[in-house]
């Protein structure tokens, strides 16, 4: 199931994405409409919706961490797609410049450090042995669409996107084992880690600044739930810049894997729905400049893409 969410005049709505070619399904209109068909008059029905489902995604675990109810709304949406019941009312275009961050806002928005090796071995060199976990909290305000503007900063020369998997905590979650760590996951999304070196540097080595700038956590274009990743720790990560390849590789590459990090991570945070962990990133990245296009993909995640402007 992939959630997306869609900017309107009514404000942001989440919605089933990748059902009906070029639509997204509204999650509440399209309860209201089942409702309806169940004989509910329209005026307790789109009560009934709003009380039933919540308006951005850590909202909907909070509510529901397994998400039971709207998968149950999902097949219902399935089932009707060509039936004519899903109708305007219920359908938006999925202009992909009207797509938000698919994560709404969480609370907290981690990002591991240092769990990729720096460079590839060369042929029959040793992998470089794995070093400890690292991180730091990224501003939630840096969130944004999957296809916005990647603002450039006047104070800074190194504008840094990074194409990372990351991880959406489902029900709320402290001292993790790496045993029961994925059990907390509810899904994936495919992230763009912005950071700049050189206000880090300045900032006495910290991070938090340096990757907490307005834009500099594209995500998108939706929310993927996990059951539908076999496997988070084979995926291809890729990244272009202008069209020419600068990131090439694979979540099998992290030096910890992901319930190492959660568990690391929750021994410390108690982890809330919808909490985001971006996972870290393949070697290859580099500084952009305004005017380049950046566009990135996690293998069953989609593609994000993000031209960048100068600030202001």
């Not at 509204?26 to 329209?42: K, P, S, T």
């Not at 004519?84 to 969480?106: K, N, R, T």
């Not at 005017?291 to 989609?302: A, F, S, T, W």
């Amino acid at each position: 199931m992939k959630i997306a969410s869609r900017r309107t005049p009514f404000g942001d709505r989440l919605c089933f994405a990748d059902v009906v070619p070029h639509q997204l399904i509204d999650i509440q209109a399209a309860f209201v409409r089942r409702l309806e068909r169940d004989g509910a008059h329209r005026d307790d029905a789109l009560t009934r919706s709003r009380r039933a489902v919540a308006g951005d995604l850590p909202a909907l675990l909070r509510d529901d961490p397994h998400l039971s109810d709207v998968r149950r709304l999902f097949d219902w949406a399935v089932a009707q797609r060509d039936s004519g019941v899903l109708d305007a009312d219920c359908l938006w275009s999925d202009d992909p410049a009207l797509l938000g961050p698919p994560v709404g806002s969480p609370r907290t928005v981690w990002c591991m450090l240092a769990n990729y090796p720096r460079r590839r071995p060369a042929p029959g060199e040793r992998p470089a042995a794995p070093r400890g976990l690292q991180g730091c909290l990224k501003a939630p305000g840096s969130l944004t669409g999957p296809y916005d503007d990647l603002l450039h900063p006047a104070i800074t020369e190194q504008v840094d996107p990074e194409m990372e998997l990351a991880v959406v905590i489902g029900s709320r979650s402290r001292h993790l084992t790496e045993d029961d760590a994925l059990a907390a996951v509810a899904g994936y999304v495919a992230f763009s880690d912005v950071g700049s070196r050189d206000v880090s540097e300045r900032d006495n080595n910290r991070m938090d600044r340096a990757k907490g700038f307005d834009t500099y956590g594209s995500c998108g274009p939706w929310f993927v739930t996990a059951d539908e990743i076999d496997d988070p720790h084979a995926l291809r990560i890729r990244q272009w810049v202008n069209g020419e390849v600068r990131q090439d590789g694979s979540t099998a590459e992290m030096l910890h894997s992901i319930s190492e990090q959660l568990a690391w991570l929750s021994a410390a945070l108690t982890l809330a729905p919808g909490d985001v962990l971006s996972t870290g990133t393949p070697p290859g990245h580099g500084a952009v400049r305004p005017g380049d296009v950046v566009r990135g993909e996690v293998e069953g995640l989609g593609v994000i893409e993000n031209k960048v402007a100068v600030d202001g």
